[in-house]
């Protein structure tokens, strides 16, 4: 599980340009709304973002070809949502007690883990092959 898909296109999106490309295109009914932002306060930069589970969500963004990037490609990937980063940060707060402090991190990390391995994953991959296919249709893909 990689928790991020990569597909290779002839053209990058501004994330305003990929919003408009999916408010087109998109089936919301089938395969959920999105919206345009951060997926925390502390994220740089905007993504088109769809639900994925309460404490995950799937961000969309393309990336240029470039020093860093060899092609042009839209990314897909799952992101905490600010309720998970939340649940994050709280579980790094000392709570005293080692044994059950310890006992209370694990169960907290191991649900999160399967949330983000078990069905955001799930949801990624759908909303992948989705936005292949639609990638596809327009002609924009490598």
Known sequence: MTGREVILTNRSFTPQELYEFMEEYW?????NDFVLGSPTDMSVGMYVMLPAT?????????????????????????????AGA?????????????????????????SQNEDRTGPAQEALVAYTNYMRTLLGEAGYLK
């Open 54 to 82: 309460a404490r995950h969500l799937v961000i969309v963004y393309s990336r240029d070809k470039g020093f860093l990037n060899k092609e042009k490609k839209v990314v897909l990937s799952v992101a905490m949502t600010s």
């Open 27 to 31: 089936d919301k009914e089938e395969y």
């Open 86 to 110: 939340a649940e994050a940060m709280a579980r790094s707060i000392p709570t005293g007690g080692r044994v059950i402090a310890g006992i209370v991190k694990l169960h907290s990390v191991k």
